[in-house]
């Protein structure tokens, strides 16, 4: 073939219209391509963005593991707390309860068997709880709420802390000296197998010269309707401290129904000691204890210190008590005092 014959064959073959459809398929498969190379690499961008993202259900503050709630049993005070917990918690959390022989259950099935390593903290709500931990020297972070004297639960691998429902006996007394001040002679009831070191402690930080402590001691239950048998007791007022002894609904009605026919209030230590005719209730805020807590947690889950702090309360005033029994008040109530 001549060069004029090829050059006049290409010619003919890019004016004619087959060749000018081919170029256009062209150009269109390659913007065609272009778009699939363009979404390959944002697919892949977004995966790498996802992989080495934070896990989801934790926000920048969160710190991540799980944090257990053993829970005594579950009744009002106790889920309160809690529920104060779980609010506050930077942490994810799983519920744990004792049944009635003492073994523990969940409805997480991968927790059916506790193993401290499965936690980055425990938290022991009630005695119960905080006794079961001990029985098996536990070996991981344990925080207590609910116990009274949580002290007598220590064992050697435990850095115990929390709050107890322990009620400091001088501000206990302050609050009583401040609002009644005529009361010279407190007397309060306890169990000395059980509370006598509660009284020391209170007769030792003791600074109110116009306030006396009477003891009135009580081994068993049946001890109590012989504190009221003629004359009574000789006091001014009486003070009610947790003691499994006194703790029963039955003998709290019992001593304040027989304290008001004798004319002496009653100072509780929680709302139904008010709703029962107490003149005086120190109110523990559960929930706030959970908001206290969720705190002392964030801080034993970054190797912080585990201190021990007593449970924040209200003072609760009965007015129709007060005024039936013609009690005098201070002019002036200390700060935070409710009158109901």
Known sequence: MSSTT?????????????RLNGSRRLLRLARITSSRTLLFFFTLLLMLVTWFSPAPGFSAEQTPGVVGILISREILPYMRMVQGLEKNLKQTSARIYLDKTGKPYSQESRFQELKAADFTVMVAVGPQALAYLQSRRWTGNVLYAMVLNPERFFWESAGLGGISLDLSPWKQLFTVNRVFPQIKRLGVLYNPEKNQAWFNRAKAVMTFKNLVLIPLQIKQRSDIPKLFTPPGPQVDAILFIPDQTVISRSMITY??????????????????????????????????????????????????????????????????????????????????????
């Open 255 to 340: 001593v304040i129904k027989e304290s008001l026919r004798l004319g002496i209030p009653t100072f509780g230590f929680n709302r139904f000691f008010h709703e029962s005719g107490a003149a005086l209730s120190f109110i523990i805020d559960y929930e706030a204890i959970g908001r206290h807590l969720a705190e002392m947690v964030q801080t034993a889950t970054h190797g912080g210190n585990r201190a021990a702090a007593e449970p924040p309360f209200t003072v609760l005033l009965n007015r129709k008590v007060i005024d039936s029994l013609k009690i005098l008040t201070a002019r002036t109530l200390p700060e935070g005092v409710i009158v109901e």
């Open 6 to 18: 090829a050059g006049m064959w290409t010619s003919s073959l890019e004016n004619s219209p087959g």
